[in-house]
């Protein structure tokens, strides 16, 4: 356990609230579906595998058995490496959700070999990035309509490694490099992150705050390609080296929950956070011209189209009115 972990200390309730959360059936995701069930929010569990889904469900619901004013626990299908599936996901939720009050954007896939998304994206910037941003788009109108309300996006403190090559974004044209693929990844959390506030502030649209953050070292899943894109054994020895600055993922969801919940950064939008406080990225993730890039580029890359996520309808206004 590091000498220092920050922890979000609010107990803010979000009994009538809904939030989703994506990649949630272990680590820190499941940690941050555990504190909002407990906090009363009516959770979607936004997993690909529905099966280690419904067991984190169950194993949530039996460790809150003793206590009071829980909320609701959902479970969906939703495959972040596939746009079909996060536009099916999408669709059920605007069709069956009146709102959304909370998105937190976490899950994610790290130093993988090199391999391609449904859609043929480079599989870290198309799952951590590309399907986050469409998510967030699909549901901003309603979210929107939700307010307050916070999109939450996981980076870490790895987008400070490396840029982000606008000229070859999937590996096409250059030699795959797993650990430059997943700070590319990361780095465009944080740049999307900005951007999502810059444009809701210049559409003069209040309420929807935004929030990227560096969750620590957690002792998690994530790892479990570095024995293939490093070399054998690379994940035991990282982990024995590390294993002094590691968090474990109930330490590691604090600073999503702090972003989701606290009142403290209720009125802050667009910034970076570790250790449930406001921290400066890299330089490079503070670039305004790279981050619309970054916006516009992803916007062709997942076809929205004509479609504007801040002038778009919600189309559950007239069933809720």
Not at 225 to 247: E, I, N, Q, Y
């Amino acid at each position: 356990m590091p000498f220092f972990s920050g922890r979000c200390l609010s107990t803010a309730k979000l009994i009538g609230k809904t939030a989703i959360v994506t990649g949630c059936n272990t680590g820190i995701g499941k940690e941050t579906v555990l504190d909002f069930y407990k906090r009363g929010a009516r959770v979607i569990m936004a997993c690909r595998n529905l099966e280690k889904a419904e067991e984190a469900k169950k194993d949530i619901e039996k460790s809150c058995e003793s206590l009071s004013d829980t909320g609701i626990i959902l479970v969906e299908k939703c495959d972040l490496s596939s746009l079909k599936s996060v536009r099916e996901f999408s669709q059920k939720v605007l069709e069956s959700e009146p709102q959304i009050n909370i998105l937190v954007n976490n899950a994610g896939v790290m130093m993988c070999p090199k391999s391609e998304t449904e859609d043929g994206f480079e599989m870290q910037f198309g799952t951590n990035h590309l399907a986050h941003f469409l998510l967030t788009l699909l549901l901003l109108p309603r979210i929107k309509n939700s307010t307050p309300a916070r999109v939450v996006t996981v980076s870490s403190r790895a987008h400070t490694r490396f840029g982000i090559n606008f000229e070859d974004l999937n590996y096409k044209k250059r030699p795959y490099s797993a650990s430059e693929a997943y700070s590319q990844s990361k780095l465009a959390n944080v740049l999307f992150s900005r951007e999502l506030a810059n444009k809701l502030k210049n559409n003069n649209i209040e309420g929807v705050n935004t929030y990227s953050l560096h969750p620590g070292v957690i002792k998690t899943e994530l790892g479990r390609h570095l024995d293939d894109t490093l070399f054998w054994g690379a994940r035991r020895m990282l982990g024995f080296v590390l294993s002094p600055f590691m968090k474990s993922p109930e330490c590691g969801a604090q600073t999503t929950i702090y972003c989701a919940v606290d009142e403290k950064c209720a009125n802050e939008t667009g910034l970076y956070y570790s250790d449930c406080a406001v921290v400066s990225p890299a330089k490079k993730a503070l670039n305004n011209e790279d981050a619309e890039k970054l916006w516009n580029m992803s916007a062709e890359l997942v076809g929205i189209g004509d479609y504007n996520p801040f002038t778009a309808n919600d189309p559950g206004v007239a069933q809720k009115n």
